[in-house]
C-alpha cells in the first residue's frame, strides 16, 4: 500500500506562488502517471497536471503557463510549482499516483487564494 503525503498549500495573495510536494512511501520510478488534482468547495474533482514515467506532462487548460509538474524519482516527489495564482485556484489540492494498475490518493492540501 503507497501512501502520498501532499505538503504545502496554505494562504496566499492572488498573483502569488506556492509549491506543493507529494512524497511517496515508495519509489516513484515504475509509476504510470502522478498528478495533481483539486477540488474546489461545491465543485467536482478536477485534474490540474499529469507527468509520466517518461516525463511528458499535461496540463488543465486554466493552468498552463502558470504551473508546473516536476519530479525527483531519487526523493519519491512529485512537486506542483503554482505561480500567479488566482482566486479560482483556491481549493483543496490532491496528489494520485497511478502505478502496478492501482490508484493511490493522498489526503490533499488547501490552497487559498485570497484576492
Known amino acids: 500500500q503507497v501512501q502520498l503525503v501532499e505538503s504545502g498549500g496554505g494562504l496566499v495573495q492572488a498573483g502569488g506562488s506556492l509549491r506543493l510536494s507529494c512524497v511517496a512511501s515508495e519509489s516513484i520510478f515504475s509509476m504510470d502517471y502522478m498528478g495533481w488534482y483539486r477540488q474546489a468547495p461545491g465543485k467536482e474533482r478536477e485534474l490540474v497536471a499529469v507527468?509520466?514515467?517518461?516525463?511528458?506532462?499535461n496540463y488543465e487548460d486554466s493552468v498552463k503557463g502558470r504551473f508546473t509538474i516536476s519530479r525527483d524519482n531519487v526523493k519519491n516527489t512529485v512537486y506542483l510549482q503554482m505561480n500567479s495564482l488566482k482566486s479560482w485556484d483556491t481549493a483543496v489540492y490532491y496528489c494520485?499516483?497511478?502505478?502496478?494498475?492501482?490508484?493511490?490518493w493522498g489526503k490533499g492540501t488547501l490552497v487559498t487564494v485570497s484576492s
Open positions: 494520485m499516483l497511478r502505478i502496478y494498475f492501482r490508484d493511490y
Open positions: 507527468i509520466n514515467r517518461g516525463g511528458s506532462t
